[in-house]
């Protein structure tokens, strides 16, 4: 009985939805399609799983659970109804921790212009700030979902055509108290690699950017000097200091305010990899007892799920 990390997929990413009806129906704008629903009536909860589908996309058909590149909504009966009732979109305090989920698509000009056209809000435009290469979106719970491209920003300037197929769903941001801490867990636990690191120490922040290289002739094996055409991808964000605090802690997003979930990793072998990860130490959330069914929940060195 063995487990193989290269065999690993960052498989989703969970958020809570106020209504399910608005939130599909953004994600359906942006290209993901609703591939599995799964409802829990006792526990009152349904759980909506969209990912890119199509003939073009990595994993075309794939199961849900072999993929990478997944957003997993999960809607509690009655919040679409309750008007005292918000999720926390993870950017600001008391509650900061998850930042955003984001989209890379192959004309960002083009398509800014039809999230825009389409009435849907933006946190940054374009043309906001001095980071012209980038846009945030909000969806109906104003979660940021931001757009990159996958060609620089001058190839598609004058282009006025953006096709879904191309879109992919790249990567799930969270902040980090400890970098260190952080990239040994994803790295030398979960297995996962350190595809690429942006430094801005003008604006005091880094941005690590991890995940398991997929084998496929989508991505060129080598290069990960722009991750723009992956899927499944985790960006740690660390703002300079915040180490050094003993009293600072980032919000996991399961406790008031509600909001971002968790995100889950799909293994070879279960049994095998949680073996292996009893080996290394990890706090356990929530495990099952031997033979039954159910979530293994582990937490990373934040306190994330």
């Known amino acids: 009985m063995a487990t193989d990390t290269a065999e690993y997929k960052f498989n989703y990413s969970m958020l809570r939805v106020k209504d399910p009806q608005a939130s599909v129906k953004f994600y359906e704008f942006l290209g993901l399609k609703n591939i599995q629903k799964v409802s829990h009536p006792e526990e009152h909860y349904d759980i909506y799983t969209l990912a890119y589908d199509f003939p073009e996309s990595i994993s075309f058909e794939a199961h849900c659970t072999n993929r990478q590149g997944v957003l997993q909504l999960k809607h509690q009966h009655g919040s679409e109804t309750d008007k005292n009732f918000k999720v926390h979109n993870g950017n600001s305090d008391p509650g900061k921790g998850f930042g955003h989920v984001c989209i890379s698509v192959d004309n960002i000009q083009a398509a800014c212009q039809r999230i825009e056209d389409a009435g849907y809000r933006f946190k940054k435009k374009l043309s906001d700030g001095r980071m012209r290469n980038i846009a945030f979106a909000l969806d109906p719970d104003e979660y940021w979902v931001e757009i990159i491209g996958q ?137 099952p007892s031997k033979g039954e069914e159910g979530a293994y929940f582990i937490t990373d060195p934040d306190q994330y799920r």
């Open 151 to 287: 060609k620089p920003l001058e190839q598609t300037e004058n282009v006025t055509e953006t096709d879904l197929r191309k879109y992919r769903f790249n990567h799930t941001m969270i902040r980090v108290k400890d970098p260190e801490f952080s990239l040994d867990f994803y790295q030398n636990i979960l297995g996962m690699t350190l595809l690429r690191t942006l430094e801005n120490a003008t604006n005091g922040f880094n941005l690590y950017f991890l995940g398991y290289p997929p084998k496929s002739s989508h991505v060129p094996p080598k290069d990960h000097s722009s991750t723009a055409a992956y899927e499944g991808l985790l960006e740690l964000t660390w703002n300079y200091g915040t180490e050094k605090d003993p009293s600072f802690a980032y919000h996991h997003g399961n406790t008031e305010p509600l909001g971002f979930g968790h995100i889950c990793i799909s293994v070879d072998n279960l049994e095998a990899a949680c073996a292996r990860l009893e080996n290394n130490l990890v706090t356990w959330l929530e495990k």
